[in-house]
């Protein structure tokens, strides 16, 4: 269908996502005066949509599918558009219409909202850019287009001194992680000679079958493959570089640490499933002893029991959510750590972990626009602060129960049945302790979620005034709670068609 | 595969990449101003353009080169990012010291 079109139709919903962003930047220039802040968040959200229209369309015609003659390679092959960067991006855009949507009411007295979208879309863009990169010089330079405009976001109230530490956290710990995994990548090129995915993994399989390249060689490639790994875990927000993330998320204003806490750490795992299966593949990486499998298995136990047990102990909302984030990317990762070299259940698992993400995109940036509606009525950010709420906003709080029950992994919502298959997979592939941590922390995660859920329904506000602070009605942000709720329940229904991509997509990488 | 120019042994390069980066994460690890660390960041950066380039001339590739062309535009514009990121900060506690500000706790 889209073959008969010029190849670089092939990257629409990526262009998309930019030339909405430069719109919004260059209307703004030009005429400052007439600036409207509910116009642009209607431009970006349409661009948004657009971009998400445009990818859900791709993947149902079977763009860059083996059905249709295989990914679309373009650029000399520097990009690569296929059915997994065609997910992801649908997480991308789906996540960004529904963050723009929000903004319009926390930023409502904002003078220049203008930047925030386009930093936004802008992020978007290079999000979706990643998910297509097939070389490591495109991954690095759109990992940098997503981080960049993610630091100015973050310390996007630059009056207020939390919103500026997270963002000075946020940039060092990112900018060092960034360069940990620019050296990576220039080890693995001082170790195979190329960087593009395809033959970095051609020569590492010559190295594993070379007894004097074992050595020297798989040396610098192993340390450069851990670094890689550095970077990974920084922008997923796991174990060892996971302690910006209760900061940038606490600090940060509600509707970016949505972002970031859902798009952006989906766009992490994207960087790390293709490149770790197309460039190091899991076979020629052991035959050369750079077992990354084990690194990821215990990043991702670590991760998600260190998340979980700090989310238990927490007193506000938001800085519960950001470690509940830690814990989901430790479930996440077990869609790289359960691979094994004969191959056999690696697609189930890994797309696996590509639902759940899909479904954690929407429960998790549901879950934070609860909370920036929450600043916005201007009641506390502790547990306590919200109890009570249910009766001023039943709607808005339904919905938060339905985030929180999904993300707790229960049975019927779409958070169960990502978890289920994604621990199935693993448990297939021959990983049953990993199924086994995570379905404890999926156990200990219910405490602290029905937390939430008993402040907002049973308990009784600390004084019958206590929440009178609340007369304004911020329309497009329940709009955009109650979609993501709405989208976490239909995907129930809908699961089946998610997976089965999903699992298409992982599969076409081994 | 073929050396084109080798008169020092590429070991020899990664060495001295090795001490550049070693140098930057020394930095970033004991410096407490954000300038510093900014300095620090540059140096990393810029051990990783050491081996792209050099590996490029070993393996008469121009990937690298070409590579390292685009690493220093986006070292620059993280640096732009950084110094606005360090600029509100100074304006809201006074400091560049990255360890003043704790509005949260760790």
């Not at chain 1, 960067?85 to 963050?99: D, K, P, Q, R």
């Not at chain 1, 940038?248 to 790390?272: D, I, M, R, T, W």
């Not at chain 1, 298995?297 to 007193?315: D, K, P, Y």
């Not at chain 1, 990317?329 to 691979?339: K, M, N």
């Amino acid at each position: 269908m889209v073959n008969s079109l010029p190849q670089v139709t092939a990257l629409l919903p990526v262009l998309l996502l930019g030339f909405t962003g430069l719109a919004l930047l260059l209307v703004d220039t030009l005429r400052p005066d007439t600036r409207s802040n509910t116009s642009m968040a209607v431009v970006s959200a349409l661009g948004a949509l657009a971009s998400l229209a445009a990818t859900v369309w791709f993947v149902a015609s079977g763009t860059g599918s083996g059905d249709t003659g295989g990914a679309i390679l373009l650029f000399a092959d520097a990009v690569k558009v296929d059915t997994l960067g065609l997910f992801f991006t649908a997480i991308f855009a789906s996540v960004t219409s529904l963050v723009v949507v929000a903004a319009h009411d926390y930023f409502h007295d904002h003078p220049n909202p203008a930047t925030f979208y386009s930093l936004t879309l802008f992020a978007a863009t290079g999000m979706s850019l990643l998910a297509v990169a097939n070389s490591l010089a495109v991954v690095f330079v759109a990992l940098e287009m997503v981080s960049l405009p993610s630091y100015v976001l973050v310390a996007f109230l630059k009056q207020n001194r939390g919103s500026v530490e997270a963002g000075l956290k946020y940039f060092l710990v990112g900018a060092l992680s960034s360069a940990i995994f620019l050296f990576g990548i220039s080890l693995v090129y001082a170790a195979t000679g190329s960087l593009m995915l395809g033959e970095v993994a051609g020569v590492l399989g010559d190295i594993a079958s070379d007894a004097d390249g074992i050595g020297s060689r798989s040396g610098i490639a192993g340390l450069g493959i851990v670094m890689i790994l550095g970077g990974v875990a920084f922008k997923t927000a796991s174990v060892p570089f996971h302690f910006w993330a209760p900061e940038a998320y606490e600090g940060a204003p509600a509707p970016v640490s949505a972002f970031l806490s859902s798009a952006s750490k989906a766009a992490g795992f994207v960087v790390a499933f293709r490149v770790f299966t197309e460039a190091f593949p899991v076979g020629a990486s052991l035959a050369a002893d750079i077992n990354w499998v084990l690194a990821f298995g215990i990043l991702a136990a670590v991760t998600m029991t260190l998340g979980n047990f700090a989310a238990a102990v927490q007193e506000e909302v938001k800085r519960m959510l950001a470690y509940s984030s830690i814990g989901h990317a430790g479930y996440a990762l077990i869609g790289v750590a359960a691979l094994s070299a004969d191959g056999s259940g690696n697609g189930a698992v890994m797309g696996a972990a590509m639902a759940h993400l899909l479904v954690y995109g929407f429960m998790n940036t549901g879950a934070f626009l609860f909370v920036a509606m929450a600043e916005r009525w201007g009641v506390g950010r502790t547990f306590e602060d919200y109890a009570g709420l249910a009766k001023r906003a039943p709607v808005a709080s339904t919905a938060m129960a339905v985030f929180m029950f999904s993300l707790a992994g229960l049975p019927p919502f779409a958070g169960f049945f990502s978890k289920y298959f994604l621990f199935m997979g693993a448990i297939d592939n021959g990983f049953l302790w990993l199924a086994a941590i995570g379905a404890v922390n999926s156990v200990i995660s219910l405490y602290y979620y029905s937390r939430v859920v008993k402040a907002l329904f049973i308990d009784d506000p600390a004084s019958p005034t206590a929440l009178d602070t609340i007369d304004v009605r911020p329309t497009a942000l329940y709009a955009a709670v109650v979609f993501a709720a709405v989208a976490t329940v239909l995907l129930l229904p809908g699961f089946g068609p998610v997976i089965e991509t999903a699992e298409a997509a992982a599969s076409a990488l081994f | 595969m073929t050396a084109v120019a080798s008169s020092i042994p590429p070991e020899w390069y990664l060495l001295l990449a090795a001490a550049v980066f070693c140098i930057g994460l020394f930095g970033v690890l004991t410096r407490r101003d954000a300038l510093y660390f900014l300095m620090s960041v540059e140096l990393m950066m810029n051990a990783a353009n050491i081996n792209f380039v050099a590996f490029a001339l070993y393996y008469g590739d121009l990937t690298g080169q070409v590579f390292a062309l685009f690493v220093i535009a986006l070292a620059a514009a993280e640096v732009a990012i950084g110094i606005g990121i360090i600029l509100v900060l100074y304006r809201n506690f006074g400091v560049t010291d990255v360890t003043v500000p704790t509005e949260m706790r760790w």
